[in-house]
């Protein structure tokens, strides 16, 4: 008898039925902010092929699906994958292999952090970015003397927080030609006592930043692969990627097809001609993980550096109001061109002035009620005369709220208190179209997306200054500034069908969190990390 047992056992095993899986994954435990229509709430989700299958009650998933994993949350909260409606993924990515300035105090660390870099990287052009000479003690822009001294032959050019402003040695100035008292339209060559300074403003950066020779194909692959790895550790699924070259989008395809290349990227084409020719020629780019079907302008230039274009002067530099980038005709051919084409169009614009002159050259175009989500990206300071243009015209503001818990200190300074509060006016923008993409501007700010909802709803800086917040009347609530790193920001580019909310039928891309951001005390928010980011439903990062 004992023999015919294992015969029997083999028989029962044939004849029990087979478990079929009917989804690839199920998140149980869970407290899931759907972010649909209704900011539906439930406690499971189930995924397959790479999509949202179900949201609901676990009773009710257990009882139809039968995944091949299944995830206990441990009643931690899901959130759809965030989305930054503006940044710089490809700059970022090459920046991770240059001179880090961010946070410095002062421009004798700098000098000290570029030698020590420059010994360890021995030819070729030093390039660095992040100083902020508004949080040194003397709030001046540095002077080239002593980078000349440290680097006689050696070219060096380094970059202000905002990318509108650097500061490059002699040897650098030299292979661009620069001189002194030379002028260029929108932007400056600080030239003093008839010496140049090396400080360069927005348009004149670009002489001498022309002269650097482009990164290898190589070096590019291995700047999106460094990008996206620091990206999907604080919960970025989808980024928006801001004046880019056309060239960009077959490397990204590329890395997409291999697998390599996870993150899904908006691309903006920068604006120049060949870019224009390109999509022009060629259409809208759409894939799962890429779409291009914008371009990105440049109105003006930043606050912290004084080259935004304002209506009235610079309260601490009377006389001066900033300039314009380009002469306004280019503006008008631009946006003509774009809309005859039928892609979006995305204007940096900072100044008061700059937003009231992009404002009416998008109504022109735009003729009023429309679905054609062009946007103004940053919308920083806005006269009140102009704010209704947005609505009127359903033009898109595309702010970043750590811009104004960054600048709060400082701007003041730059605008006086009354103008000030023209400022950084999310909750007025939001109530133009009903709805509002964020974003960083990563690497001007830092990469975290968790950062933007405190900085949105909070009004504080990591430091929790102010004490009451940061005109708090324009403050946004913890459900819109969801809403405006997730489905509005997918809305912002023409994928609110796709991504945004986890709801059936829309990408798996969300996030596990260690502290649920909608019931989290302010202060812990800057705090909270990300435990898991799926995208497709596969798990791309891990904290363990």
């Given at each position: 008898m004992k023999k015919l047992w294992p015969a029997l056992l083999l028989l029962a095993a044939a004849c029990s039925p087979k478990k079929e899986y009917n989804a690839d994954l199920l998140i149980k435990n869970a407290v899931v902010y759907t972010v649909d229509s209704n900011f539906t709430v439930a406690n499971a989700i189930v995924v397959n092929g790479g999509k949202v299958l179900a949201v609901g009650s676990i009773d009710s998933l257990e009882n139809k699906y039968l995944a091949r994993e299944v995830v206990d949350a441990g009643g931690k909260a899901v959130y759809p994958g965030f989305i930054d409606a503006h940044a710089h993924f490809m700059e970022y990515g090459l920046g991770l292999q240059n001179v880090n300035l961010v946070g410095l105090k002062s421009?004798?660390?700098?000098?000290?952090?570029?030698?020590?870099?420059?010994?360890?990287?021995?030819?070729?052009?030093?390039?660095?970015?992040?100083?902020?000479?508004?949080?040194?003690?003397?709030?001046?822009?540095?002077?080239?003397?002593?980078?000349?001294?440290?680097?006689?032959?050696?070219?060096v050019i380094l970059s202000r927080i905002d990318g509108h402003a650097a500061i490059a040695n002699q040897a650098a100035l030299n292979i661009?030609?620069?001189?002194?008292?030379?002028?260029?339209?929108?932007?400056?060559?600080?030239?003093?006592?008839?010496?140049?300074?090396?400080?360069?403003?927005?348009?004149?950066?670009?002489?001498?930043?022309?002269?650097?020779?482009?990164?290898?194909?190589?070096?590019?692959?291995?700047?999106?692969?460094?990008?996206?790895?620091?990206?999907?550790?604080?919960?970025?699924?989808?980024?928006?990627?801001?004046?880019?070259?056309?060239?960009?989008?077959?490397?990204?395809?590329?890395?997409?097809?291999?697998?390599?290349?996870?993150?899904?990227?908006?691309?903006?084409?920068?604006?120049?001609?060949?870019?224009?020719?390109?999509?022009?020629?060629?259409?809208a780019y759409k894939t799962p993980g890429l779409n291009v079907r914008a371009f990105k302008v440049y109105a003006d230039g930043a606050l912290g550096s004084r080259g935004a274009c304002l209506l009235q002067s610079y309260t601490d530099q009377p006389k001066w109001n900033g300039f314009l980038l380009s002469q306004k005709t280019h503006?008008?051919?631009?946006?003509?061109?774009?809309?005859?084409?039928?892609?979006?169009?995305?204007?940096?614009?900072?100044?008061?002035?700059?937003?009231?002159?992009?404002?009416?050259?998008?109504?022109?175009?735009?003729?009023?009620k429309n679905d054609k989500r062009w946007r103004i990206e940053h919308a920083q300071i806005v006269s009140p005369q102009d704010i209704n243009t947005f609505g009127e015209n359903n033009i898109i503001p595309s702010v970043q709220p750590t811009h104004a818990t960054s600048d709060m200190a400082w701007a003041i300074k730059r605008?006086?208190?009354?103008?000030?509060?023209?400022?950084?006016?999310?909750?007025?923008?939001?109530?133009?179209?009903?709805?509002?993409?964020?974003?960083?501007?990563?690497?001007?700010?830092?990469?975290?997306?968790?950062?933007?909802?405190?900085?949105?709803?909070?009004?504080?800086d990591l430091k929790g200054f102010p004490e009451g917040g940061f005109q708090m009347e324009n403050a946004l609530s913890r459900q819109e500034a969801l809403r405006g790193m997730t489905i509005w920001a997918a809305k912002a580019n023409f994928e609110e069908k796709e991504k945004g909310s986890l709801e059936p039928g829309k990408f798996a891309d969300f996030v596990i969190l260690d502290n649920d951001i909608m019931k989290a005390k302010g202060s812990d928010l800057p705090d909270v990390k990300v435990l898991k980011t799926y995208i497709n439903g596969v798990k791309v990062y891990d904290k363990k």
């Open positions: 421009w004798d660390v700098i000098l000290d952090t570029v030698s020590n870099y420059a010994i360890k990287k021995t030819e070729g052009w030093i390039v660095g970015a992040g100083w902020d000479q508004n949080i040194w003690a003397n709030k001046a822009f540095p002077n080239k003397a002593r980078l000349d001294s440290l680097f006689p032959v050696r070219p661009a030609g620069v001189k002194p008292g030379q002028k260029i339209i929108g932007g400056e060559i600080e030239t003093i006592n008839g010496k140049l300074t090396g400080i360069l403003v927005d348009n004149a950066v670009g002489i001498v930043t022309r002269k650097i020779p482009a990164p290898t194909e190589q070096i590019v692959q291995t700047a999106l692969l460094d990008a996206q790895k620091n990206c999907v550790a604080v919960g970025l699924t989808t980024v928006d990627d801001c004046g880019v070259p056309y060239q960009l989008i077959n490397t990204i395809a590329s890395l997409q097809h291999k697998g390599d290349l996870k993150m899904r990227l908006y691309l903006m084409l920068a604006d120049q001609p060949e870019n224009y020719n390109y999509l022009f020629k060629r259409g503006f008008e051919e631009v946006a003509k061109k774009i809309a005859a084409h039928g892609f979006q169009m995305c204007t940096h614009a900072i100044g008061d002035s700059a937003n009231r002159v992009m404002l009416k050259i998008y109504a022109e175009n735009l003729k009023g605008l006086g208190a009354q103008r000030l509060k023209t400022g950084y006016v999310y909750k007025d923008l939001l109530k133009q179209n009903g709805w509002i993409p964020l974003g960083t501007d990563f690497p001007v700010e830092n990469i975290n997306p968790l950062y933007t909802f405190y900085a949105a709803v909070v009004r504080k």
